[in-house]
């Protein structure tokens, strides 16, 4: 690893010294230069240019991106690079070694979440045709998919604007308060980073389960009716915003590139057991988290509720007393369900509903209570509500399902596709787009979002939104605010 120039000293008072892992590219004893200030915005500090805007969960900045074209960096000196083709599809079942995925500073990190992507399309078109081959139907449906990527696109737009709360609160911490510093080549820090950040997730879990405004947020990822790997990219746009405190313990000894390995991974791990097509796995049921114990987390059926909260391992659940293992047959969603898909509305919704009981409730304290007791509380009932009142589940439960013309089902697959599009173009071209441009195109793909969520309900008002949205699109389109990879939009729009 080369190391930077050294400068001219300058008069005044010697700076404080910190330890090289504590550095990293563009600054010097914890402080950016001026110029890299400048790039990360007012709330710069050291390593936040690796925190920055994120896709997922991965993580991209200029600094980040130049570094990873460099060579290896694992646990032998040298520059960082892009894990091979290999090691990607095994960081989606958290099976690379600490040799592999040990990185000295956070910019070294790989993007592993982005770099899944292709992964992800790969492992559905898989899952639809191992469920057409196994049960002679489909996993999922075009509204509910839809329904699913939108919500996962939903919770990605504020990383455009923002910088990353979890990696910028783990690097304070760390940088400020850390009473000690392990390795970060030590196999045993790596594997002790693996139990830490999954008790954390547990916690966070649990906590987002059984605490009622956060379980306003976590709900976005339950309210669908169906479980495939489209049910694992639905998420909140609120929970990164609660989730990050649950980590910070760790900051006071573990350095923020093992930290930042292992956030991705156990993020990446979540994806493949959102299916019906595994069953059980058999030794690995007992210390692994697995698509069986993930199905009863998802189920709406009474012995499913508030089960199974791990994210990789499947022991914390067995130690607090959290496991149930799959048994009658799961029936997915809330247990009231929301019947509805537009993004908007389901991110939104739980929080309005809250809103409204608080006001209603009598007596400040039950007021407090309605915030920061379970879901299913209620004046004079225990903290997590009456196991009595959660519905029966029958088994012959309907999803919801408005009937659509098949036509229409085609129209917002193909609109869909060009937002997708357009949204990926954004990704890509953000830093070159002045704040306008950006903050249009984030509020045309809400728009459309809204747009295809009515449509998919076939809502009356549904035809008029589309009718302005297409206008809308095509007087910006034409104006040059969008760019497209799709070069028949061109075409058609002259």
């Avoid at 980040?64 to 960096?73: F, K, L, S, T, Y």
């Avoid at 993007?111 to 081959?133: M, Q």
């Avoid at 969603?333 to 608080?358: C, E, K, Y």
Wanted: net charge positive; aromatic share 14%.
């Amino acid at each position: 690893m080369t190391h930077a120039k050294k400068k001219k000293k300058k008069k005044g008072p010697k700076p404080k010294q910190t330890s090289k892992t504590a550095r990293c590219r563009g600054s010097r004893n914890g402080e950016l230069s001026p110029r890299n200030r400048r790039s990360l915005g007012p709330t710069g500090c050291c390593g936040e240019a690796a925190a920055g805007r994120r896709w997922g969960r991965g993580w991209r900045s200029p600094g980040a991106e130049r570094a990873q074209r460099g060579p290896a960096m694992g646990a032998e000196a040298g520059g960082p690079r892009d894990p091979a083709a290999g090691q990607q599809l095994r960081a989606l079942f958290y099976a690379l070694a600490p040799a592999e995925s040990s990185f000295r500073t956070v910019e070294e990190v790989p993007d592993y979440v982005e770099k899944s992507i292709p992964f992800f399309i790969t492992f559905i078109g898989l899952e639809f045709a191992v469920s057409w081959i196994q049960k002679r139907k489909l996993p999922g449906r075009i509204n509910d998919g839809i329904s699913s990527l939108s919500l996962g696109i939903l919770s990605r737009l504020p990383d455009i604007l923002f910088r990353s709360i979890e990696l910028i609160s783990y690097i304070y911490v760390w940088n400020n308060y850390r009473l000690f510093e392990l390795p970060w080549d030590s196999p045993w820090t790596w594997y002790l980073t693996l139990l830490g950040v999954d008790f954390a997730y547990y916690c966070f879990h649990r906590m987002s389960h059984e605490v009622n405004i956060l379980w306003a947020a976590h709900q976005v990822h339950h309210s669908s009716e169906d479980y495939n790997l489209f049910t694992a990219l639905r998420q909140s746009v609120l929970q990164k915003y609660t989730s990050w405190m649950f980590n910070l313990p760790m900051a006071l000894f573990i350095p923020p590139s093992v930290f930042a390995v292992h956030l991705q991974f156990n993020l990446l791990y979540q994806f493949w057991i959102h299916t019906e097509v595994i069953n059980k796995l058999g030794p690995l049921e007992w210390i692994l988290n697995t698509p069986s114990h993930h199905r009863v987390h998802h189920g709406r059926n009474p012995y499913c509720i508030d089960k199974n909260y791990g994210g990789t391992l499947i022991i914390w659940d067995r130690i607090f007393g959290t496991f149930e293992a799959e048994d009658a047959k799961v029936v997915y969603g809330l247990t009231h369900p929301v019947n509805s898909f537009d993004p908007i509305m389901l991110q939104l919704r739980p929080l309005a509903h809250i809103w409204n009981t608080f006001w209603a409730t009598p007596g400040f304290c039950n007021k407090l209570s309605v915030i920061f007791k379970g879901p299913g509380w209620g004046p004079g009932k225990p903290r997590l509500g009456l196991p009595e009142e959660i519905p029966v589940v029958t088994g012959n439960e309907v999803p919801f399902n408005p009937r659509v013309p098949a036509y229409l089902n085609c129209y917002a697959l193909v609109h869909f596709a060009v937002i997708v599009d357009l949204y990926i173009e954004l990704l890509a071209s953000m830093t070159m787009l002045s704040q306008g441009t950006v903050l249009m195109r984030i509020g045309f793909i809400i728009l459309s979002l809204a747009s295809f969520g009515l449509l998919m309900e076939n809502k009356s008002k549904a035809g008029i939104l589309e009718i302005i949205r297409c206008l809308v699109f095509i007087g910006v389109y034409k104006l040059g605010y969008f760019r497209s990879h799709f070069s028949f939009l061109g075409y058609a729009y002259e």
